[in-house]
């Protein structure tokens, strides 16, 4: 399995990506992939440090002649997005990534890629591995949990790492060099209903929506694409006004780092009103498809007759919930005033489940600023309890203020205008990098993210470009030659 991804150049970095890829590890579950690199870097007989969360450093002395270069830290992230398309059968902790070449992109079959941040770690043990690229003395710190919670990186510990540079490799353009990045908060808003036993007299449907674009909820924010869950709801809600719509159950979304592309519900309707309801419905998915014809071109919503389900929410609470989840902001909140084209607040309405009388909606709220990533998470707990739920905050990280005197990015910016006769484009980015958590256990670090150009993150479109890898590893190599003296 991935011969052909084996074959590619640079051979280093994708047989090392083909490796890792054999492992299982969706976030959460990486118990295996920390015990395949913790063996990998016993194999290479280096200092190699498992801390008490999971995380993994692996120690490699300086080259000959590089002993007074500054130390550097090299950081990936292990876990990968478990996303698959429906009609795939996969199982994330059992099976590694099948790959595939498309053109210019490596893309995996029905499921993400893990190129983030995959090609990250890979880079790191191709350079651990090798016995001729240039490097001062190195720290090769793989995290656990980025995607989820990014509890590797708040559970690592003061003076753990000695390096004074950190190169982390997890940007996703290659003409990006980025100097700091957005916090998160999760917030979960959770309730219950009363169920009434649906009477005779009535035709059951299930409403789904389907073939949406998805992607990275911090990055692909901006594009304004369609978020499964607000548009079921759009349509539910429309229902309600004009029928007597009664809702059994729904299920849209999955992970807070990943936007929406699918949501099913059942529903039930009197039948001497199905003929205006699917007249209805029909206006309602043409409007949204017109509106979205040009970003959702995949987009399918298709309205089934289905068997009648037992109970239905009681009307009050299908009420409350319809416009609460209209009612709750989703997508871009505010635009940067400080970096143009920059998002700097948003939310994803990830996760919108109903059923045997509970409901549950999740959130990822992102911001470079705390105080308006504050704002925006009160705007949305104030919606959900009025509505009567209950509200958590959790999962709370910093974001990275960016510091354009950076003695290592001017290292970057220099390389990367010699070697490609270009300036970078020197950004921060709408997106939790696990620099700004670093940074608090580390206050000293000179910290800098880059890597290669990746597609379609934390959705099954997932893509790398092969000939970005190669321009990536080339700067990666020099770098590594060009870090400043001690």
């Avoid at 200092?47 to 000959?64: L, S």
């Avoid at 940067?336 to 084209?341: A, K, L, N, T, V």
Wanted: net charge negative; hydrophobic share 40%; aromatic share 6%.
């Amino acid at each position: 399995m991935n011969d052909e991804i084996r074959a590619l150049e640079p051979r280093e970095l994708w047989n090392k990506f083909a490796d890792l890829n054999e492992v299982p590890r969706p976030s959460k579950k990486e118990e295996r992939v920390i015990e395949f690199i913790k063996k990998f870097g016993n194999g290479l007989k280096l200092e190699t440090e498992v801390d008490k969360v999971g995380n993994v450093v692996i120690r490699k002395p300086a080259t000959p002649g590089m002993e007074n270069k500054k130390p550097v830290i090299l950081q990936s992230h292990l876990d990968m997005v478990h996303q698959k398309n429906n009609d795939t059968s996969f199982n994330f902790e059992q099976q590694g990534i099948d790959m595939y070449v498309d053109g210019d992109w490596v893309r995996a079959k029905g499921t993400t890629l893990g190129a983030d941040n995959g090609l990250g770690v890979a880079t790191m043990m191709a350079i651990l591995e090798s016995k001729n690229i240039d490097h001062p003395a190195l720290e090769a710190l793989f995290t656990i949990d980025e995607e989820t919670g990014m509890t590797g990186a708040k559970g690592l510990e003061p003076g753990m790492l000695k390096g004074e540079i950190l190169l982390n490799l997890d940007t996703e353009e290659d003409d990006e060099i980025g100097i700091g990045c957005a916090g998160g908060v999760d917030i979960t808003a959770s309730g219950t209903y009363q169920e009434e036993e649906v009477l005779a007299g009535v035709a059951a449907f299930s409403i789904t929506v389907r073939g949406l674009t998805g992607g990275h909820s911090g990055m692909d924010i901006i594009k304004g694409l369609g978020n499964a869950n607000k548009l079921m709801n759009r349509l539910l809600y429309r229902a309600s006004e004009e029928l007597e719509l009664r809702v059994a159950e729904i299920n849209g979304g999955g992970l807070r780092n990943a936007i929406p592309r699918e949501s099913e519900a059942v529903v039930v309707i009197d039948e001497m009103q199905v003929k205006v309801f699917k007249a209805e419905m029909d206006k309602a998915v043409e409007a949204i498809k017109t509106e979205f014809s040009t970003l959702e071109t995949k987009l399918s919503i298709s309205i089934e007759e289905t068997k009648v389900p037992e109970n239905v929410m009681n009307l009050l609470s299908q009420e409350v919930l319809l416009k609460t989840v209209y009612a709750a902001h989703n997508g871009v909140y505010r635009m940067s005033p400080d970096i143009e084209g920059l998002v700097e607040t948003s939310n994803n309405i990830a996760k919108v489940e109903v059923k045997e009388g509970n409901i549950n909606i999740k959130c990822l709220t992102r911001s470079s600023v705390d105080s308006t990533k504050e704002d925006l998470a009160n705007s949305l707990t104030a919606v959900f309890e009025l509505a009567g739920y209950e509200v958590e905050k959790s999962g709370d990280y910093p974001g990275w203020a960016p510091n354009r005197n950076s003695d290592i990015l001017k290292v970057l910016d220099e390389l990367y205008q010699k070697m490609n006769n270009e300036k970078a484009n020197i950004a921060a980015c709408h997106a939790g990098l696990e620099c700004g958590i670093i940074g608090q256990h580390y206050p000293d670090l000179d910290m800098i993210s880059f890597g290669p150009t990746i597609r379609g993150a934390h959705s099954p479109d997932e893509r790398a470009s092969i000939s970005s890898a190669q321009k990536y590893w080339k700067f990666v190599l020099e770098i590594l030659k060009n870090i400043p003296q001690n």
